[in-house]
């Protein structure tokens, strides 16, 4: 298995609050993705890193910010958490852009009241 | 309209039963096209890439038809262990679009096989 944690793995937390999840690789891979997973929908892209402080935006990056300062870790803060970030989050790492197969951290169950 | 679309089942079989899945998309530049697999609350994981001349991985085959920009997934022979989510992938390909080389999933089909 892909070298690629996140942490925390769950979190509760309250409107209005800040919250940082954290993905850390091991693989030294140059790509790196947030994405959420919510009922009904597909993974959807947030943001991904392209290389240290390379950073785009994904299909829904409002109220979402990143941060990648080292290779090995992609910060994903929601500056003022809201019940609809209310998800799964899942970190993605892979190679380069060409190549086909992305491998996920174990996700972070975030829950917002 | 959704760029991948999946039944989301759930499909229910028996075991050693074949059980096909489908998968349309809607931007038909796309280059690329994958199954992942998914456990019940765990992370997604590539199962197989899809070639425009079919391809076969043990039990399981898969299919493509860019001319009805349509994906197929046939497993036989079900075991137990196939229960899980199976998400139809496709890489966007649009030069010069915000989409090129990032992988846009559908919601997924669940397969429950029972003994």
């Known amino acids: 298995d892909a070298g690629i944690t996140q942490s925390p793995r769950h979190k509760v937390t309250e409107t209005g609050t800040p919250v940082t999840l954290r993905c850390h690789q091991t693989?030294?891979?140059?790509?790196m993705y947030w994405y959420r997973q919510d009922p009904g929908h597909g993974l959807r892209l947030i943001h991904y890193?392209?290389?240290?402080?390379?950073?785009d935006k994904g299909e829904v990056s409002d109220g979402y910010s990143v941060s990648r300062s080292k290779t090995e870790d992609f910060l994903l803060t929601l500056e003022s958490a809201t019940s609809s970030q209310t998800s799964v989050y899942f970190c993605?790492?892979?190679?380069?852009?060409?190549?086909?197969?992305?491998?996920f951290g174990p996700g972070t169950r975030l829950t917002v009241l | 309209r959704k760029e991948v679309e999946q039944d989301p089942g759930p499909f229910n079989v028996p075991e050693g039963a074949t059980v096909a899945f489908n998968c349309t998309y809607s931007?038909?530049?796309?280059?690329?096209f994958f199954w992942y697999r998914q456990d019940c609350r765990k992370e997604p994981k590539l199962l197989m890439s899809?070639?425009?001349s079919g391809n076969e991985d043990g039990r399981f085959t898969a299919q493509l038809n860019r001319a009805s920009q349509y994906i197929s997934l046939l497993i036989r022979d079900s075991k137990l262990s196939d229960s899980a989510t199976y998400l139809c992938?496709?890489?966007?390909?649009?030069?010069?679009?915000?989409?090129?080389?990032?992988?846009?999933f559908g919601q997924g089909t669940t397969l429950q096989v029972k003994p």
């Open positions: 693989e030294n891979h140059r790509y």
């Open positions: 899809v070639y425009s």
């Open positions: 992938v496709v890489k966007g390909s649009v030069e010069g679009s915000s989409n090129t080389g990032k992988l846009i």
């Open positions: 993605a790492i892979s190679e380069t852009r060409t190549i086909n197969e992305q491998f």
């Open positions: 890193s392209y290389g240290v402080k390379d950073t």
């Open positions: 931007n038909s530049a796309s280059q690329s």
